[in-house]
């Protein structure tokens, strides 16, 4: 008996430790592979109801899933909207105003709850509450949703949710033609109803998603992990991503590029700008790995047309005048088109006729900026300009100051850390005079341009509408502009156009350029395969190593 | 007022004279005399001192270098300018963004810098913040440092037991993690203290804060020194006369720290300017488009090693700077003080 017994616990340690050694084994074959991605910014935040800069969004749009989502695709592949958490694209109604939709069953959130269709109008209620930038896409648009900024309403009466069939009914006051697209964006992508309204950065909300973001050390690091809860062709058109991507936050870009160019790291921000020391390094030792890609975006200064001096028409056309933009294009190590139109190529509606005020490629008229300087009666006022600490921003501002200060201005800066940079010069409070800025596409759409231009975009918090501008004949053309459904567009081109052109004369901005970006990685990461979206930069699912 | 003096023989070959006629006197020789004496002797801090003076001399003439030399001012951005450098015309800033070399012309001497801008003029302007810095925090530094000391040393006591408390805080701090929570603070919002307002971008800022975060490695040492003169019988004599604190703080103490004083202020100068350039090369000192060593160190490492310039020049002159400071510093030290009693702790 005693042989037997010896020989039965013999056997089962055996099939213990086999069965130890067989997980072990099957958890290396099934764990992923991590990659790291540098960043010269942090993200302004990372909660998916309050993020608006590209480094947020990049993270965001695959940990949080709205109703609709984009194809990740390159180029114009990637602006199409295909559904997120609906069934289908939505069913619009004849007059344009009505969207409907249906949500997927059996969704869950990364952390096992369910996901209800009346999440979708909490969500929305909770961006317009945490003053997302945005928000005015959603208050000037959604029925309801205005009054229930102002606190007069509880709830948004234009949107309604039924639990039980998931069916999501969202009217609007007017048609707007790039609706769809707002639903795209990650502040309307679902959280769970009672999800804190406060800003959840560092401990984030569970989310509908390919990933889920953790280990956030706010303006250090963050993780981009696969969702355990999520699994392939979940949702068509979603791929599930191949390795887990830690996001390093590096201020300094040189050391940035270096550990990519080393291998060290993988991935270099596409938002960033590569050292122009170590640009020939990269071109002649990583050509295989690196490439540069046109964005649809736009570079410029804002002036704050509500106080002196650029309150002044001729002040602003100064400025104009001034502004060298083949200099920006040097301090951005050439990765800059000159440009001086508001919509940037790429974008329906960029104007192809000549600058106002002198040709972007050319040298600029100083003499003509002294002399309208002169004539404003504005000489020696007092401007400050903000700008970032990241190069090479901190450097166009510093061009732009001693422009000012050439034509008869007296200019100082005021440079601050780049992750509270848009937050700080988006306070009204504030009141700054110019600073830098600028803007990447959010969608294929012009009115999502516009949003800085637009009038009722001006809020308190989070503003982007930095030069404050309220011009009557912008928002009556928006009026009517807006109201084109997206498949549309073309046929109110060369009203767009003209619209650009009448901004570009008025210099309520003072654009400098379009941006060309590098795409950087490391010899690990598969170059070909990884997709770099016309809407979010690189596309992490895509993200596979060798 | 009573200080202690040292009497040394004048006759050739020193030494006590084998007879001496009751009716010469032996003339007694101040120490300050006799530290300069000293430190006559000292050619190696005496030719760093020389290069200490020719740096200032140098930075103060920059307005001049600026009009008649380079024709340019430490802010024009000269991005899509030409030069002609041998014979050739050169840009100023490369399309990719490189900018130009030393020409070791009057334009462009030591190079451009990331926006175009004249390294040697950056150079020299930038020299004179940092030195206007550093001096104005010295004397923040000394004054705070001399008062504190004094108060603490001479009351002791309670007194004593709040200022020293309060030394030891600002102590417990790294002088560079509190120089730059400070400076991130006061760049964007200023000083304002009802009376003072100091605007964010203004030198000032940066000097303050420096000379305040020094005050307690100063204060501390002094404050010893005052615990053991305070002993002295000099200073019972002058309370048996009747005179009050103040006048015995400042008439009978002060002047016996005096020598300490000269011999704190170089090294405190040299730490000044160091800390002062740390801060600006981590974006909380001095505030663009201000030219500061620190910053142009900071701006230039991006460009290594296509235009190392950038970043080795201000390296450069700061490191000469503080070791010309320094080695003075340790000189007067030494003719003041042989026996090495008093010493910064960093």
Redesign the interface.
């Known amino acids: 008996m005693l042989k037997s017994l010896r020989l039965l616990v013999a056997v089962l340690l055996t099939v213990t430790l086999a069965g130890a050694l067989s997980a072990c084994g099957s958890s290396s074959k099934s764990s992923s592979s991590t990659v790291t991605n540098l960043m010269g910014t942090a993200p302004d935040y990372l909660d998916p109801g309050l993020g608006y800069t590209t480094q947020a969004a990049e993270a965001d749009w695959i940990a949080y899933t709205g109703l609709l989502t984009y194809a990740h695709a390159n180029g114009e592949a990637g602006t199409k909207l295909i559904p997120g958490v609906a069934q289908t694209l939505p069913t619009i109604s004849s007059d344009g105003k009505t969207y409907t939709f249906t949500l997927r069953k059996g969704l869950i959130y990364s952390n096992g709850a369910p996901v209800k269709a009346s999440d979708f109008a909490y969500t929305i209620q909770r961006s317009i509450k945490l003053n997302w930038g945005g928000k005015s896409f959603f208050t000037e648009n959604i029925a309801g949703a205005e009054a229930f900024d102002k606190g007069t309403a509880k709830s948004i009466s234009g949107i309604k949710a039924e639990d039980t069939t998931g069916k999501i009914t969202i009217e609007l006051l007017a048609p707007y033609g790039a609706f769809a697209n707002v639903l795209a964006f990650p502040a309307a992508a679902l959280v769970p109803t009672g999800t804190a309204i406060s800003n959840l950065s560092n401990n984030l909300p569970p989310g509908v998603g390919p990933y889920e973001i953790t280990n956030v050390v706010p303006n250090q690091s963050f993780s981009v992990v696969k969702s355990p809860n999520w699994s392939k062709d979940k949702i068509p058109g979603i791929p599930a991503g191949h390795v887990n991507v830690d996001v390093k936050i590096i201020s300094?870009?040189?050391s940035e590029a270096q550990q990519v160019l080393n291998n060290s790291a993988d991935a270099f921000d596409w938002a960033d700008t590569l050292?122009?020391?170590?640009?020939?390094q990269i071109q002649s030792q990583a050509s295989a790995r690196y490439s540069k890609n046109p964005t649809v975006s736009t570079f410029y200064f804002f002036l704050n047309t509500k106080v002196a001096p650029f309150n002044n028409q001729q002040v602003r056309e100064a400025v104009m005048y001034a502004l060298?933009r083949?200099?920006l294009?040097?301090?951005?190590?050439?990765f800059q088109t000159p440009a001086c139109f508001f919509l940037p190529v790429g974008m329906i509606g960029h104007p192809r006729g000549a600058c106002p005020f002198g040709d972007p490629n050319a040298?600029p008229n100083l003499a003509k900026a002294k002399e309208l300087i002169q004539k404003s009666g504005l000489a020696g006022a007092s401007v400050t300009v903000w700008g970032e600490?990241r190069?090479?921003r901190?450097?166009y501002?510093?061009?732009f100051?001693?422009?000012l200060?050439?034509i008869g201005l007296k200019a100082?800066?005021?440079?601050?850390?780049d992750a509270t940079y848009f937050p700080t010069v988006g306070n009204l409070k504030l009141n700054p005079q110019a600073g830098f800025a600028d803007w990447n596409q959010d969608f294929p759409n012009p009115s999502d341009f516009y949003l800085l231009l637009n009038a009722k975009s001006i809020q308190e918090t989070n503003n982007q509408n930095f030069s404050l501008v309220e011009d009557p004949h912008i928002q009556s053309e928006l009026a009517v502009l807006d109201k084109v459904p997206s498949t549309n567009l073309q046929s109110v081109a060369k009203r767009w156009e003209a619209l650009d052109e009448y901004v570009a004369k008025k210099a309520y901005v003072a654009v400098f350029g379009y941006e060309e970006v590098p795409k950087f990685f490391s010899q690990r990461l598969n170059f070909g395969t990884a997709i770099f979206h016309p809407v979010y930069g690189n596309d992490w699912t895509s993200w596979q190593l060798k | 007022m009573a200080i202690e003096r040292t009497i040394e023989s004048e006759l050739p070959g020193g030494g006590p004279p084998a007879s001496v006629d009751s009716r010469r006197t032996v003339a007694g020789i101040g120490p300050y005399r006799l530290a300069w004496r000293r430190l006559r002797r000292n050619r190696v801090a005496l030719a760093f001192g020389g290069l200490f003076v020719a740096m200032v001399i140098l930075c103060l003439l920059a307005p001049v270098y600026a009009r008649d030399v380079a024709h340019t001012t430490p802010d024009a951005n000269h991005i899509t300018e030409q030069v002609k450098v041998g014979g050739k015309i050169v840009e100023v800033l490369s399309p990719s963004g490189i900018p130009i070399g030393p020409t070791w012309h009057s334009r462009f001497f030591l190079g451009a810098d990331q926006n175009g801008r004249d390294v040697a003029v950056r150079l020299l302007y930038g020299g004179r913040n940092s030195l206007f810095i550093g001096a104005v925090a010295t004397l923040i530094t000394m004054v705070l440092a001399v008062i504190v000391g004094l108060l603490s040393g001479y009351f002791r006591g309670p007194v004593d037991g709040v200022l020293s408390r309060a030394m030891d805080v600002i102590w417990a701090y790294p002088a560079l993690l509190l120089g730059v929570a400070l400076g991130v603070v006061l760049a964007v919002g200023g000083l304002n203290l009802g009376v003072i307002e100091i605007q964010g971008n203004s030198l000032m800022v940066p000097a303050v804060i420096v000379g305040v975060v020094y005050v307690p490695y100063v204060a501390k040492p002094l404050r010893g020194q005052i615990l053991g003169l305070r002993e002295k019988e000099f200073i019972d004599a002058a309370r048996a006369q009747g005179l009050g604190h103040l006048q015995i703080m400042f008439g009978e103490v002060l002047p016996n720290l005096a020598s300490t004083i000269i011999v704190l202020v170089p090294l405190m100068l040299a730490n000044s300017i160091l800390l002062e350039a740390s801060l600006s090369f981590l974006g909380a000192g001095v505030q663009p488009p201000n030219p500061s060593w620190g910053t142009m160190i900071g701006d230039g490492i991006r460009f290594i090693p296509a235009a190392i310039h950038t970043t080795l020049v201000p390296g450069i002159m700061l490191m000469l700077t503080v070791l010309g400071v320094n080695v003075l510093g340790d000189g007067v030290r030494d003719a003041f003080d042989p026996r090495a009693r008093i010493r910064v702790e960093r």
Do not use: H, W
């Open positions: 300094n870009t040189q050292p122009a020391a170590l640009l020939p060298d083949r200099a294009s040097r301090l951005d190590s050439g040298a600490t190069q090479p901190r450097e501002v510093d061009y100051a001693s422009v200060n050439s100082t800066e005021k440079i601050i850390a």
